[in-house]
């Protein structure tokens, strides 16, 4: 990565996303209620969520000079740790042995993305 001033907000513009994605997808189980408004929460949430993803790749394949590979890379791999982190902390799922590899793996793979020039 050479271009630092796109990268990080590129990786905010992701993670917002992705934190919106999940509850988009998951509000159901917070609140059972939801389950009622399943397509307005789709079409609202979806068209801020695109706009998220669309301007943090953009970000992020800026800051990689044009490559696209960490800007599909970043997203899936930090989807990953988010999804992870709300669903234990707000739906008290446990990380079992097996997500805490997926979460160490999606670290490593931030971290090849980032560092590894």
Known sequence: MTNHV???PGVIYILIGQVLVWFQTNAQF???KSKEY???ISMVGGVLISYLFIKGVGLIAEAANGEIWPSRVLPSSSGIIIFAILTWSLLGQGITAKTAICIVLSFC????QIFWK
């Open 109 to 112: 793979i931030i971290a090849i």
């Open 38 to 40: 399943t397509l307005p």
């Open 6 to 8: 796109s990268f990080l």
């Open 30 to 32: 917070l609140w059972p």
